[in-house]
Nanobody, 129 residues
Framework: QVQLVESGGGLVQAGESLKLSCAAS????????MAWFRQAPGNEREFLAT????????HVADHVKGRFAISRDNAKNTVHLEMNNLKPEDTAVYYC??????????????????????WGQGTQVTVSS
C-alpha cells in the first residue's frame, strides 16, 4: 500500500519561495512516476509537474514553468516541488500523486488526475500580497 505525505506548506508573502516535500512509503522498484497538482477553492485540480522515477526526466506545466521545479530523491523516496517568486494566485492545496506503471508508449506527459493511482492528503500554501 502506497502512502504519500506532503509537507512544507505555509503562509508566505508574494515574491518569496517555498519548497514542498512528499515522503512516500510502500514504493516498489516498479514505481513509474510522481507528480504535483494543486487545487484552489472552486477550481479543478490542476497539473503542475511530473517526474519519472527511473531517470528523473520531468515536465512542468507552462503556466508555472520558470518558477516551479520538480525533483526527486530515490534513496529517500521523496519528491520535491520548489516554488519561486510566489504569487497570490498560487494559493491552493498542493497534492502529491503516484503513478504505478507506464500506460502510454512513446514520449508522453501524464497531466491528468485519472492517470495517477494514489494521492496524499495535501498541504496548504497561502501567498499574501
Amino acid at each position: 500500500q502506497v502512502q504519500l505525505v506532503e509537507s512544507g506548506g505555509g503562509l508566505v508573502q508574494a515574491g518569496e519561495s517555498l519548497k514542498l516535500s512528499c515522503a512516500a512509503s510502500g514504493l516498489s522498484s516498479s514505481t513509474y512516476a510522481m507528480a504535483w497538482f494543486r487545487q484552489a477553492p472552486g477550481n479543478e485540480r490542476e497539473f503542475l509537474a511530473t517526474i519519472l522515477w527511473s531517470d528523473g526526466a520531468s515536465h512542468v506545466a507552462d503556466h508555472v514553468k520558470g518558477r516551479f521545479a520538480i525533483s526527486r530523491d530515490n534513496a529517500k523516496n521523496t519528491v520535491h516541488l520548489e516554488m519561486n517568486n510566489l504569487k497570490p494566485e498560487d494559493t491552493a492545496v498542493y497534492y502529491c500523486a503516484f503513478k504505478r506503471s507506464r500506460t502510454h508508449i512513446g514520449v508522453y506527459y501524464y497531466i491528468y488526475t485519472y492517470e495517477y493511482d494514489n494521492w496524499g492528503q495535501g498541504t496548504q500554501v497561502t501567498v499574501s500580497s
